[in-house]
């Protein structure tokens, strides 16, 4: 019998005791031996749930319990997260998260201590959901260079985008919708404004380049401030709104960027609806490959934790490589990305956008009285300074 202990009994660590015990079988026939929960830490009290029997208040009993071989952590965010995982690990315990805030801030260093301990630290489930990417990355994409990462990494911002865009629905009444269904905290700031998507692009990039990404270094924004009228401009180009993290990786310097994109029919991403997300990784030798899966919910981020469990309870005594340096790569400021814009504009300004963008072609914006037109490639910085000189403008990134 291999035990676990579950810290944190909230939406995720819930899934996980439920996906231990109901594919219990299956999970022994793959490991080779029984795994069950021992203890489950939580400051509160769950009367007449089944983990009821296994609670404890006191992370000193699952530290100091040598059965205990691998520890779930799905608290969220760093503290007292970080310090339970690091006390686990010095024990010689496996941990697996989905936290992805602890790993994007103190990843390096838990993965440190796995190595010395003789144990592992995994976190499939802090990026994507269910989607099994950090293990393709660890495992057959290992041998790859990897010279870019993309992804919708956000299944509550992707569900807005889509309801808006198909129920012509304005942000408050869809986010509102989005926390009445559980896909929103009643706090959405680190979903809407991008802060998630950030953390895993930070993620997911240190591992595709062996170098601690900062993520408070990744230029973000998230989707509050889209309209009705954005998505009458993205239509009116053929294409629709998603919140794209994107990372290309150089010898010099990674370009990273979380945005709202506008991204056409022919991109892999605009048939990537609701709480789905998807993730794409470009590597020198085999092009691109493509992961897609549920971005949210309970059961879909609790599998991806399960396997990490599988994994650590097939290797007891072993470190399983997960691994990035302390060293940071250059990072591109903001003003120096390159990108396209698609313009919308009043048609009384069509004149000057001629002579600022030196725009020659132009369409219906979608919206009475309005034009719109799709720019070269040109540096952020020159962009801001040319849409400066336009009155009552708005704008889209595009991914052409």
């Known amino acids: 019998m291999i035990y676990a202990a579950v810290l944190g009994y909230g939406t995720v660590g819930s899934g996980v005791v439920e996906a231990l015990g109901t594919n219990r079988e299956k999970i022994a026939a793959a490991v080779g031996d029984e795994i069950a929960v021992k203890y489950v830490l939580d400051l509160r009290e769950f009367p007449g749930d089944p983990a009821e029997k296994l609670l404890v208040h006191d992370f000193s009993v699952i530290e100091e319990d040598d059965s205990v071989q691998i520890v779930v952590e799905t608290m969220g965010g760093v503290h007292p997260a970080y310090e339970f995982s690091l006390a686990a690990l010095k024990k010689g315990k496996s941990v697996c998260t989905s936290n992805k805030a602890l790993v994007a801030e103190k990843g390096c260093e838990l993965m440190a201590a796995a190595r010395e301990n003789g144990c592992s630290y995994l976190f499939e489930a802090s990026c994507g959901g269910g989607i099994p990417v950090i293990r393709a990355l660890n495992t057959s994409l290992a041998g790859e260079k990897i010279t870019e990462i993309a992804g919708i990494l956000n299944g509550t911002t992707n569900y807005i ?49 062996g170098k ?184 889209l990134r595009a991914r052409f």
């Open 161 to 209: 985008l889509t309801r808006m865009e198909k129920e012509h629905l304005n942000y408050p009444e869809v986010l509102a919708d989005a926390q009445a269904l559980g896909y929103a905290e009643k706090d959405p700031t680190a979903d809407v404004e991008g802060h998630d998507a950030c953390r895993k692009l930070a993620i997911l990039t240190s591992l595709a380049c």
């Open 212 to 395: 601690r990404v900062e993520y408070t270094r990744i230029p973000t924004e998230g989707i509050s401030g889209i309209t009705q009228e954005d998505f009458r401009l993205a239509a009116a180009a053929g294409c629709r709104i998603r919140l794209l993290a994107d990372a290309v990786i150089a010898e010099e310097q990674v370009e990273a960027v979380v945005a709202p994109f506008a991204v056409p029919e022919n991109s892999f991403f605009y048939g990537i609806n609701d709480v789905f997300n998807a993730v794409s990784v470009t590597g020198n030798v085999l092009g691109e490959a493509v992961f897609v899966g549920r971005g949210a919910g309970k059961l879909a981020t609790a599998s991806a934790v399960v396997g990490d469990v599988l994994d650590c309870a097939k290797n007891i005594g072993k470190t399983i490589p997960s691994f990035w340096a302390e060293e940071e790569p250059a990072m591109a400021e903001k003003d120096s990305l390159v990108f396209r814009f698609l313009v919308s504009i009043p048609e009384t300004e069509k004149s000057k956008a001629e002579a600022v963008f030196g725009a020659t072609e132009f369409f219906d914006a979608g919206t009475e009285g309005r034009l719109a037109f799709l720019t070269g490639e040109m540096q952020e910085q020159a962009f801001d300074r040319a849409f400066a000189e336009l009155e009552n403008a708005r704008f």
